[in-house]
Each structure stands twice: as structure tokens, then as C-alpha cells.
């Protein structure tokens, strides 16, 4: 192997440890005194009092039941026909669609900093192929990743969540169910396409050593 070669094995092998570290923080159980830290920080979101106890009467159970592990939230989005007015927002005055725009650029960011992504984000086809409930007329996805349970909650508390909470809240209804992903699967063709570039890069420096 070349000195060229090495030492950008030593890069590449330092960067990938730094990704590594990112993508998996914040790794072990939350303990009572965490919980209790973040759920008062999320108390004083600027959104409606009676929607946070109900917010965080299901979100303290869900933390206290951490397991550790990656946390999917499966978003199921249905915009309102006019904004709400919000005690963070009040003088706002666009569209629903401009207030979720104005939340999201807020979230990148955030999301960014907590190694948390969205996986899937999409409009809805319609109609609904199947729809029990039918005031449910779900018109938008998102699905997102978390590292674990205490990430969501350290996103959702950090200073930098609170300004933008509202334009979500005041934008849609929405169901958000956390889910444990058993099996994870990327896009086989990136999977596949991967597994044959790694392959002809160690052929190359096999032949190239030999």
C-alpha cells in the first residue's frame, strides 16, 4: 500500500468514527431524573395548555418505557383549512402549508444537530384506498429517525424548538406514532449498487498489494 493510499485510509477511517459517534448519540436508557428535566422544558412550549397535558400525559409514559433503542415517527398529516391562531405566532398570517414551510426550516437544523432525519416525506395520493374513520383524510407523510427516545425528547427541549413549535401546530392535525423499526431496509438498488462498488475497490487493492 502506498503512503497515499494509507493515509487516506487513516482519513476516511477517522471521518467514518466521527459519523459513527453523531449518528449514534445519546445511546442508553432515559432515567427519571432526565425525563423530568425534559418534560418541563417541553411544558412550556408556546402552544395551547390544554393540547401540551395532553401532549405529555402520553409522552411521559413513552419515555419512562425506553428501551434504548432507534425510534421511528411515523407522521400522518392532515392540513387545516386556515391557520389557528397560536400564543407563539399570533401575528401570523399565512397559509397553512407557508406555516408547516416555516416549521421545517426550523427542524432541519435541529434534526441535524440530534443525528435525527426524515426517511420518507410525501403528499398523499388520493382518494384514501382505505379510510374507516372518513373525517380522517390523511394528505401528507413523514416518517423520521431517531437515534433513541432521548433524542426526541432533547430535540423537542432544546432553546431552538420552542420558536418554531407553533407553526406546526397551528398548520395541521396530526397523529404521531413512534415506532420500533424491527426491519429497516434502504433502497435496494443504492444496497446492491454499494455492495458492488466496495467490491471492485477491494479487488483493485488486493491486485494492487499481491
Known amino acids: 500500500m502506498t503512503a497515499t493510499g494509507l493515509i487516506l485510509g487513516i482519513i476516511l477511517l477517522v471521518v467514518y468514527i466521527i459519523f459513527w459517534r453523531w449518528h449514534s448519540q445519546g445511546s442508553g436508557k432515559l432515567t427519571s431524573k432526565e425525563i423530568d428535566q425534559y418534560i418541563s422544558i417541553i411544558e412550556k412550549l408556546p402552544i395551547p395548555e390544554e393540547e401540551i397535558r395532553a401532549i405529555v400525559s402520553r409522552l411521559r409514559p413513552w ?86 427516545r432521548r433524542t426526541f425528547l432533547k430535540l423537542n427541549a432544546d432553546p431552538a424548538y420552542a420558536p418554531c413549535s407553533p407553526y406546526k401546530f397551528m398548520s395541521m392535525e396530526l397523529d404521531l406514532l413512534p415506532i420500533t423499526g424491527k426491519i429497516v431496509v434502504p433502497d435496494l438498488r443504492l444496497l446492491v449498487g454499494g455492495v458492488f462498488l466496495i467490491t471492485f475497490f477491494a479487488i483493485n487493492w488486493i491486485i494492487a498489494v499481491v
Open 63 to 148: 419515555a419512562e418505557a425506553d428501551d434504548g433503542k432507534p425510534v421511528y415517527m411515523f407522521n400522518m398529516i392532515r392540513f387545516f383549512d386556515e391557520v389557528r391562531t397560536y400564543p407563539g405566532a399570533p401575528e401570523f398570517k399565512g397559509t397553512p402549508d407557508e406555516a408547516n414551510n416555516r416549521y421545517m426550516k426550523g427542524i432541519i437544523g435541529l434534526w441535524l444537530k440530534h443525528a435525527s432525519y426524515p426517511m420518507i416525506d410525501g403528499t398523499g395520493q388520493r382518494p384514501n384506498l382505505i379510510n374507516i374513520e372518513p373525517e380522517r383524510d390523511w394528505a401528507h407523510a413523514t416518517v423520521a429517525r431517531y437515534p433513541n
